[in-house]
């Protein structure tokens, strides 16, 4: 089974600085997605980006951006130029590419179990 | 459209009452999710559906129903619930291979 592992249950930032929040996951598989999801206290689950193991290229959206290492199976989340808005829990969530034992995509998102974010004025 | 509500945004029941929560989407997914959330952890899933059939259950109590009338709802009903059902429900949902895109969420007290 999958496991998804953020070490950090609280970081701070200062406002227009640059955060960085880690992610490790573990896995026997070799094709998967990797997802940040954003939830302010207004409680919406929203998706900041979304990594395809199978691209090397690291997925940048904006002021955020990610440090993907496979062979370390890392995934780091990089906001640059923190905003208030940005205060918020965020989670890492792992999803297998692996076809379904009843034949249809594999639909189950494994999460970390999150870092709230504080973005200090 | 590229939302997912969902109706109503908090709700008060009592462990005798039956009641349900409804998520619409408009977004042509064929796959929708429902999951609780407990307050500071990640949402744990529920049941999946895909194409309008049940796909996963994981292994929630009776007292909770899903039903899918068409492939743009989703409802859960509830009924003879405990007060540690009380969380916040969200539904979700995806294109096959796709990031889920969640809904705001349906707060649940049970007294």
């Known amino acids: 089974a999958q496991t998804v592992t953020q070490s950090q249950p609280e970081m701070s930032v200062q406002e227009a600085e640059t955060v960085t929040l880690s992610c490790t996951y573990d896995t026997s598989e070799s094709d998967y997605y990797l997802f940040w999801y954003k939830q302010p206290p207004s409680r919406q689950m929203i998706l900041v980006i979304r990594q395809e193991a199978y691209k090397q290229q690291n997925a940048t959206e904006n002021r955020f951006s990610v440090n993907f290492q496979k062979a370390a199976k890392s995934f780091s989340l990089k906001i640059s130029d923190s905003q208030l808005g940005d205060a918020a829990m965020y989670f890492c969530a792992y999803r297998s590419a692996k076809m379904g034992s009843s034949g249809g995509s594999n639909y189950k998102l494994t999460f970390g179990k999150g870092t709230l974010l504080t973005v200090n004025p | 459209d590229t939302e997912v509500t969902q109706t109503p945004k908090h709700l008060v029941m009592g462990m005798t009452n039956k009641k349900s929560l409804k998520c619409e989407q408009h977004m042509g997914h064929r796959a929708m999710y429902w999951y609780k959330q407990k307050a500071k952890k990640p949402p744990e899933l529920m049941f999946v559906?895909?194409?309008?059939?049940?796909?996963i259950n994981e292994s929630v109590p009776s007292r909770f129903s899903p039903e899918c009338p068409n492939s743009s709802l989703l409802n859960l009903h509830l009924h003879a619930l405990q007060p540690e059902d009380s969380a916040l429900y969200l539904c979700?949902?995806?294109?096959?291979?796709?990031?889920?895109?969640f809904g705001p969420g349906t707060r649940l007290t049970v007294l």
């Open positions: 979700a949902s995806s294109q096959e291979r796709n990031e889920q895109f």
């Open positions: 559906y895909s194409y309008e059939k049940l796909s």
